[in-house]
């Protein structure tokens, strides 16, 4: 048996001692927490480019397919950020531009090196935003809606208990451009483009 067989076996997984094998370990559906940072953009022409950094939790759910060496799946998950920016308009009022969560839906493809996992991972985004406008005399006016882009990036994944692994990933979401004007609001905002750059970490429970 290999040195990465003694590991992985030694966590309770029967499998060949073959390098090709190790990725039938990850087979299976998983769940798992998470928590990490978000480095949120938006970019509104009216506005110009705003950001702001927050923490971020949420969970997932997925599917792995151990073939060899490599595994291939899919992964549902939920972010929520606590994201807002804002800036003052001329003549005393302001416009505060929000982004409280989101979700993604993906595939993830990687290869396994003993209970490591190393993948890249893409696919569909949204998100939800509302902008909020004060007019110098204390009037409001608000809008909302959701976005929905293309996510993708890099993490990886190794066990710690039979049952148990844990995470690393980087993710870029990019969303498409919304148009969020009120029609009576003190600034129109012909659209606003999304982002998020996030760094987060997660525990996954493996159901075998």
């Known amino acids: 048996m290999t040195i990465a067989g003694t590991v992985v076996a030694s966590l309770g997984f029967a499998f060949p001692a073959a390098a090709d094998s190790l990725g039938a370990i990850w087979t299976g559906a998983y769940v798992g927490a998470q928590v990490g940072m978000s480095r949120a953009d938006f970019d509104a022409h ?3 480019s705003l950001d702001t950094t927050s923490a971020a939790f949420g969970g997932y759910v997925g599917y792995n397919i151990g073939l060899g060496g490599l595994m291939l799946g899919v992964e549902a998950d939920t972010l929520y950020e606590n994201s807002s920016v804002g800036t003052s308009t001329v003549g005393g009022g302001g416009v505060s531009l929000n982004s409280r969560w989101n979700g993604s839906l993906r595939g993830r493809g990687g290869f396994s090196i003993g209970p490591a996992l190393f993948y890249a991972t893409a ?3 949204w998100t939800g935003i509302s902008t909020a406008q004060r007019s110098a005399a204390g009037t409001s006016v608000s809008s909302s809606g959701t976005v929905d882009g293309v ?3 890099i993490g990886a994944e190794a066990y710690i208990l039979p049952p148990v ?6 993710l870029r979401y990019d969303y498409g451009t919304e148009k969020l004007s009120v029609a009576s609001g003190i600034t129109a905002l012909s659209g606003i483009d999304r982002g998020d750059t996030v760094v987060r970490a997660g525990v996954t429970l493996h159901f075998k």
């Open 46 to 48: 009216e506005l110009g």
């Open 123 to 125: 696919g569909w985004a």
């Open 151 to 153: 996510v993708y990036g």
């Open 165 to 170: 692994s844990i995470r690393l990933e980087a």
